[in-house]
């Protein structure tokens, strides 16, 4: 058994797909093949079902895969200990963010931290919270960067700052008249909502002690998939949505008009980066903290009596 054979077994859990495992691993399929063989023959049982299509581990396939994995990821942290050690930043950086941060966040941070961290690589997938968790134990992304509190014990969660929510209100509405508005008066039926999955509708549901019940009077019902959609669909229609602070810092003037915030205790989202507990490379967690804490704007480095809402 070598570490080679476990990457081939992880690649083709991955794929599921011999070809494709093989193509990822720069090898020919035979070669794969034979390998994987032999290490099957070594163990006495067989890790895939061929037969299946896609690929499928076995019962037994399944908690080697798993070993694997584990084996691969405590490998990969010799190096980031030594770099640790000495101080260096460079090697790898797999990054997975929430699709409701990055298009907020990632723009105010992430060219200056590559322009000054030239050896690193930076790889960014935006995942909802379960893929980002399961890809943070499996070894795929190396921080993740979600809402938390999450209920993950294997994992070290870091809060960074805290984000404001806010209502982005039609004129044609009459909480547009209002200067503050209180989250439990919002009408259900005139909000506009994420699709299913997204840890910000959670919270929205939470933060308006909405439940699918109260907006079925509704005559249309759309939920969408980015922030971004659910405003154009307030300003070209009417009703409202709630849009994290961050978004404010790209609206134009006679947009940011139809801003309107929340009464006190102003309710807030709790930004954390997570990693493995186990994750070696320290001075880069460090460095990539470094450059988002001093990218946000400096209030929403503290609560300030502001109240986490969590997922509902």
């Not at 070290?156 to 984000?163: H, M, R």
């Amino acid at each position: 058994m070598n570490l080679q054979q476990l990457e081939y077994i992880v690649a083709v859990d991955t794929a599921r797909h011999f070809g494709k495992a093989a193509e990822k691993c720069f090898v020919t399929q035979p070669t794969l093949s034979s390998m994987i063989h032999k290490l099957e023959a070594e163990l006495g049982v067989r890790i895939f079902q061929r037969d299946k299509k896609p690929v499928i581990p076995t019962e037994v396939g399944k908690h080697i895969i798993a070993q694997a994995r584990s084996v691969l990821q405590e490998t990969k942290r010799i190096p980031d200990i030594v770099q640790t050690h000495i101080g260096e930043i460079k090697g790898e950086l797999r990054l997975g963010i929430l699709p409701t941060l990055a298009p907020y966040v990632l723009p105010l941070f992430i060219q200056h931290f590559i322009r000054m961290y030239k050896q690193v690589h930076v790889t960014i997938k935006e995942l909802l919270t379960e893929e980002m968790i399961e890809g943070l134990k499996k070894g795929k992304i190396d921080i993740g960067l979600l809402v938390t509190p999450i209920e993950e014990k294997s994992l070290a969660v870091d809060p960074i700052f805290y984000e404001e929510f806010v209502a982005y209100v039609s004129s044609h509405e009459p909480s547009f008249k209002r200067r503050h508005l209180d989250p439990a008066r919002i009408d259900a039926s005139k909000l506009w909502l994420l699709e299913e999955g997204h840890c910000f509708r959670s919270q929205i549901m939470n933060l308006c002690h909405l439940r699918k019940a109260a907006a079925r009077h509704k005559q249309f019902d759309y939920e969408a998939g980015s922030i971004e959609t659910l405003k154009k669909m307030v300003e070209r229609n009417e009703g409202m949505t709630i849009l994290p602070e961050l978004a404010l810092l790209y609206l134009n003037e006679s947009d940011k008009h139809m801003v309107r915030r929340f009464r006190k205790p102003v309710p807030v989202r709790e930004v954390s980066m997570i990693t493995r507990r186990d994750y070696a490379h320290v001075v880069l967690h460090e460095a990539l903290k470094k450059q988002i804490v001093a990218a946000v704007p400096q209030r929403m480095l503290h609560m300030n009596k502001r109240a986490v809402i969590k997922q509902a």
